[in-house]
């Protein structure tokens, strides 16, 4: 691999469908280096005519080369092509694709993009992420009854972005804040279909983000918005709310959106479990 001083290094995704699955990777491997890398994406990549513009581009920006190819001739071309030019390439799917072949007793479809076809899944997700941002910060309540997952927590607790990565995940989410003063819509007291979970904080924790907040927004004076004490009471009040209510809590203190997600997700897992067993 050819290293350019000061710069970073040339990172070569060859995908034979969008590349999307690579770029992911690719940006995950690099956060663990710290490291730039100088991305040269090629995409639908399914002749041999568009191989060999590859390949001369890569002996042109020597470097890494990371692959998704499906189609075993112009995956060993690639990687035959490589060879002379003493780069170094990485199967990424071929390890969990041979493992699962051999765990499932099956031959891979063999089909490129085959992840990401426009089926009924696809528009599963669209249509969740539509709903999560017509329900965001409680625009709406007439039909939360057909949310997966309702969301409710004060101000600055990380709703949104959370209903969002739920959506891209097919979870239909709503989101709605607490507000002192303001009652919380009726039609969440009857609702049966949606798991209804609190997001909490540490009070400093908070504090602090609202603060940043308000510096952002060049609201730099005093505000109730970002004291310590009125914070703790929104805090001590919406806890006292989701314990009244039996709603599972998550502290988001210090976890990322991801992580607050996952635990989400393994809430809801047995939510759904449970209503299954429920049924006779």
Known sequence: MTALEGAGFHLHLVSDATGETLNAVAKAACAQFDVRAIEHVHALVRTGRQLDRVLREI???????????VNPELRDALVAGCQPLRV?????????????ARFLGRERTGRPGRQHALDAEYFHRIDALNYAMAHDDGQMFD?????????IGVSRTSKTPTSIYLANRGIKTANIPLVPGRPLPLTL????????????????????????????????GPSDYADLDTIREEILSARRLFERHKWPVIDVSRRSIEQTAAAILHLY???????????P
């Open 143 to 151: 039909d939360l009854d057909q949310a997966d997952i309702v969301l």
């Open 88 to 100: 170094t390439t990485i199967a990424v799917l071929e390890p969990v694709l041979s493992a699962m």
């Open 59 to 69: 002996e042109d920006h020597p470097g890494l080369v990371m692959y998704t190819m």
């Open 189 to 220: 007291e009857g609702l049966k279909h949606p798991l209804i979970i609190g997001l909490t904080v540490s009070p400093d924790r908070l504090m602090q983000i609202r603060r940043n907040r308000l510096i952002a927004l060049n609201e730099e």
């Open 269 to 279: 897992a047995q939510a759904q479990a449970k209503s299954r067993s429920d049924t």
